[in-house]
């Protein structure tokens, strides 16, 4: 079993959500798995297309945060909010 490093635990929420592409009109939907005050799992369809920050609405009507790309396995993706 892997040790739990994050300073926060996150809530699982398996929600709809979408990320925005700053300085573009590019949006691209996704799934978030889990979610803290410092970071979120967000699955997407094609991880590879995601630049390494965006901004994301993690549910509906939720603030829009700025994320940084820490980590992409398969289609998923972790991020630290900026």
Same mark, same amino acid.
């Given at each position: ?10 809530? %699982? ?21 889990? *979610? ?9 369809? @094609?991880?590879?297309?995601?630049? @390494?920050?965006? %901004? *994301? ?26």
């Amino acid at each position: 079993m892997q040790e739990e490093r994050r300073i926060e635990p996150r809530t %699982d929420t398996l929600k709809t959500g979408r990320l925005l592409i700053p300085g573009k009109r590019e949006m691209f939907f996704c799934l978030t798995h889990n *979610l803290s005050a410092r970071g979120a799992k967000i699955e997407v369809e @094609d991880p590879m297309r995601v630049p @390494d920050e965006f %901004d *994301l609405v993690a549910t509906e009507g939720a603030a829009m945060l700025r994320c940084r790309v820490l980590w992409r396995i398969g289609t998923k993706i972790g991020v630290v909010f900026i």
